[in-house]
């Protein structure tokens, strides 16, 4: 057996579990469950990072947990994500305000390979909560737009009172350089859009099947059907990417809990290429 | 690989005088007895008291170098102040160690210090020296089936090596290191050549050439819960296998309410809570996928990476199973089940 | 304000009452952030309402259905401390033999002043928001659960069988020095004390979760136990379990 003990690796974190600890400098509400909030890490923190990459979010006493990253890359060190309250940690971030002190670690894992989608035509689809952090690659596009084609982004949710970043999802319809359509499942009486799961939205979008590159994110259950519509219009698996959701532990690829066969979502992850993905078995049971 | 230190002989008697000399170096570690039939790797204390023809630990010596409880950093409750844990190097001659366990270490090097390296591990385990020891395979041992060089006398990878004849051991020297430990206790040179290899009871049929081949196509085997169905669920299988160091991690608080720490402790992807997602959903919920996972990750998942065995063959999780389940049956029947699969 | 907590105890050898178990320096510390407010024994001041109500013992008397009830409506967090509050213990042995039998048997001829029901789990009768397993208690589960609450956060509930800690101790298997144990399906949370201690575990702290009771039958079996010998065993501490 090789012994890699030898070469001593020289940039090694002093440790990699501690959290550096960001400030928050802005929060909005977004729905009732969701809440965005604005992270600034401290200067000496070389902050920087790919769209769809996450980060672990702690509260000491309470626990750390992986959320996504969903703003693009701008000044360093600062950084957008939005939570949903689903326990006991979330609930007490969102209690968390403007001048608060929370810990981060990351970024981690690979985050979209931004070479697939220059010069193609990107079609995004996301699927509730799956929004988040593909927001980070919309707004990677939106930032160099001239360097993508077409951006089609589809967006459905489970009822209007679901939807994410609403004056933005209206800046999107009017937006010259975004084709934008959404749907809603369970729609509300003052709901006047499409109505029905995500893959409603899939046949009538017409694709230079060619040079359109697909990222798909959103809960396990949707995969399925949205890979299942994107390959019947003749779109091949070479060029789709999805971002799988699992609970992330360390983040550095040493806890084993991300694990799925080979693959550790925490590093090979959350971003896979299709075909990559198609050979884990327990990637999308 | 050519000699370059001359073999020199050790009767038993000197073993204990031999081992006071090496304590006036460095702490020793070595096997000592554990309950009945057990053995265990502690500090010495008394040179008499350990025991160097021993079948297998209980725990192996990964327990140095990532402890199954430990603090990673400790807190205020509001964040204000995190201090890290002091680590300290576990400077120390590790005695009497089999040749799979030492292999099992270098898989743990592999894991913790390739990709984002571990500072806690490495600040451990940099000190230490080993001095392997050659056994007998038992029911259980079959590390021949596994690795490139298996057998119990294979010396590749320590500083010196104790080879078992009769009337005391040989002492191969294998490194420098390893000379600088016998300076200043002399010993006679030994004229002949090292024991011939000891021979396994149990093997893997075909060896790992044949063990990748198969857990290539053995996801759909029923062999898989025909085992599964045996099994409790208890985790014993993970706690002490040598390679095996997944963890988990959790906040405890102090009764002040104010401070508290970070706690990682050993965890194993055969305990039902291993694969709990988000939301509560048992990713791994049945005994078989669990079961599954762990071999697949002994003889597949990295293996296929690095072409080496993440088992080692030490036998620890069969004979430790609480339920008598063998891994080298499993893997047999894995075999067999394929082989009429494709008609062979 | 300070949560307000409070003790009771029903049908249970009161091995379990905290007052007891000495552990008066970390109780020290905590009442720092709680109130005391009823404790049969050590106090006398009654409140209506109970953040956290502490309950030990099992419900075996039409008496206590009614206090238990009471107590849960008055309080916010139900803490059932103790086997024979989370599993009925080993009072709920008594029930595979009639009532009648038992009230006999232990009562005599004034039976009838000593109406009994079957002992049964405090969450047989009301929701009981969080356990503190063993027999007795274990303290150090008691303190995180507690610490846990106070910091508004939902303790940590040990799913991994006593093995695991057991294997972390490094302790020699129970089974290796030719005695049966019930740690492969007992639910961890106690560092296994007793076989820390060269005992065997009795399973005082019940099963884990969706608890494999053939297999475990199958183990005590090739052990030397009879399937009925081996049942009754898993019984002791688990007799209300309906997994068995
Ligand atoms: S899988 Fe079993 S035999 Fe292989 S190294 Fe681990 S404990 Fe030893
Ligand atoms: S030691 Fe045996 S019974 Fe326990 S989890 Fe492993 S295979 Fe199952
Ligand atoms: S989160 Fe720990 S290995 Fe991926």
Not at chain 2, 83 to 106: M, R, W
Not at chain 3, 44 to 64: L, M, N, Q, R, W
Request: a negative charge; aromatic letters at 8%.
């Amino acid at each position: 057996m090789m012994q890699i003990f030898k070469s001593i690796p020289e940039n090694m974190e002093a440790n990699l579990y501690l959290p550096s600890m960001g400030t928050i400098t802005q929060t909005h509400n977004l729905t009732k469950k969701e809440k965005w909030f604005e992270i600034q890490m401290p200067e000496t923190h070389s902050f920087s990072y790919n769209p769809g990459q996450f980060v672990e979010v702690s509260l000491f006493g309470v626990g750390e947990a992986p959320i996504s990253i969903t703003s693009a890359m701008k000044n360093p060190g600062l950084f957008e994500m939005t939570i949903r309250d689903v326990g006991v940690l979330t609930e007490k971030i969102h209690a968390l305000n403007s001048g608060d002190l929370i810990g981060i670690r990351g970024p981690f894992g690979n985050g979209f390979d931004l070479k697939k989608f220059k010069g193609k035509d990107v079609l995004i689809v996301a699927g509730g909560i799956g929004l988040v952090p593909i927001r980070s690659l919309i707004h990677t596009i939106l930032n160099d737009r001239k360097s993508y084609g077409r951006l089609i982004i589809l967006y459905g949710t489970k009822s209007s009172q679901d939807l994410l970043y609403k004056s933005e999802l209206d800046q999107w319809e009017t937006h010259p350089g975004i084709e934008f359509q959404m749907t809603v499942d369970q729609p509300s009486p003052d709901w006047h859009g499409i109505v029905g799961v995500i893959t409603t939205l899939i046949p009538s979008v017409t694709l230079d099947l060619e040079n359109t590159v697909a990222a798909i994110v959103g809960p396990p259950v949707m995969y399925k059907f949205v890979l299942l519509s994107l390959l019947t219009k003749g779109l091949s698996d070479e060029n789709i990417y999805l971002s799988l959701e699992r609970r992330m532990k360390c983040g550095v690829g040493k806890c084993g809990h991300c694990q799925i066969n080979h693959s550790l979502v925490c590093q090979d992850g959350p971003v896979y290429h299709y075909p990559e993905l198609k050979k884990l078995q327990e990637a999308l049971k | 690989m050519k000699q370059i230190f001359p073999l020199t002989f050790m009767t038993h008697n000197d073993i204990p005088h031999w081992i006071s000399h090496l304590q006036k170096i460095e702490n020793v570690i070595a096997p000592h007895k554990n309950g009945i039939n057990s053995f265990s790797f502690g500090k010495v204390s008394d040179p008499k008291c350990v025991i160097l023809n021993y079948d297998r630990t209980l725990s192996s010596i990964k327990k140095y170098f990532l402890p199954p409880k430990e603090t990673l950093f400790s807190f205020s409750t509001d964040g204000k102040e995190t201090t890290s844990s002091k680590v300290e190097p576990i400077n120390a001659i590790f005695l009497g160690v089999h040749n799979y366990d030492l292999e099992a270490v270098f898989r743990l090097d592999h894991n913790f210090l390739s990709g984002h390296a571990e500072s806690q591990y490495l600040t451990r385990r940099q000190g230490a020296l080993f001095i392997g020891v050659s056994y007998t395979p038992d029911e259980w041992h079959f590390s021949n089936s596994v690795l490139k060089d298996g057998e119990p006398n294979h010396s590749g990878g320590f500083d010196l090596f104790l080879h078992e004849i009769e009337d005391g051991y040989l002492l191969e020297t294998l490194t420098e290191s390893g000379q600088n430990l016998m300076k200043g206790f002399p010993l006679p040179e030994f004229d002949g050549d090292i024991p011939k290899q000891q021979s396994f009871n149990a093997h893997i049929d075909g060896g790992f050439e044949k063990v990748t081949d198969v857990f290539s196509r053995a996801w759909d085997s029923p062999v898989w819960e025909s085992y599964a169905e045996k099994c409790v669920g208890c985790g014993t299988c993970n706690l002490v296998c040598p390679t095996c160091f997944c963890f988990n991690v959790e906040d405890e608080v102090d009764l002040d309410l104010k401070t508290g720490n970070r706690i990682r402790t050993q965890d194993g992807c055969m305990l039902r809570s291993f694969s709990e997602v988000a939301g509560g959903e048992i990713f791994r919920n049945q005994k078989a996928a669990r079961m599954r996972h762990r071999l697949y990750r002994k003889f597949k998942y990295i293996s296929q990476e690095t072409g080496e065995s993440w088992c080692v063959g030490c036998g620890r999780c069969s004979a430790y199973c609480t339920a008598g389940i063998s891994i080298v049956d499993i893997v047999n029947d894995l075999i067999h089940d394929s082989n009429r699969e494709i008609g062979a | 304000m300070k949560p307000k907590v409070a003790v009771f105890d029903f049908t249970g050898c009161e091995g379990c009452e905290l007052n007891k178990l000495n552990f008066e320096d970390e109780l020290l510390a905590l009442l720092e952030h709680i109130d005391i407010v009823e404790w049969r024994e050590a106090m006398d001041d009654k409140s209506d309402h109970y953040t956290i109500a502490i309950v030990e013992g099992s419900i075996s008397t039409p008496d206590c259905v009614e206090r238990i009830h009471d107590i849960r409506n008055r309080s916010e967090i139900l803490i059932a401390l103790g086997a024979c509050a989370v599993q009925g213990g080993m009072n709920a042995m008594k029930n595979q033999y009639p009532l009648e039998q038992v009230r006999e048997e232990v009562y005599g001829c004034h039976k009838d002043l000593f109406p009994t029901l079957p002992a049964l789990p405090l969450s047989r009768y009301v929701r009981v928001d969080y356990e503190v397993r063993g027999c007795p208690m274990t303290k150090n589960e008691f303190l995180k659960i507690l610490t846990s609450i106070l910091m508004g956060k939902k303790p940590i509930k040990p799913t991994h069988a006593v093995c695991v800690e057991c294997k972390l101790n490094e302790n020699e298997c129970v089974y290796d020095k030719g005695m049966v144990c019930l740690g492969p399906i007992t639910r961890g949370g106690c560092d296994s004390l007793c076989t820390n201690f060269g005992q065997y575990c009795t399973g005082c702290r019940g099963l884990v979760d969706e608890p494999d009771v053939e297999a475990m039958l199958a183990i005590l079996n090739r052990h030397g136990l009879s399937i009925v010998e081996a049942k009754k065993r898993l019984e002791l501490f688990n007799y209300e379990n309906q997994a068995l």
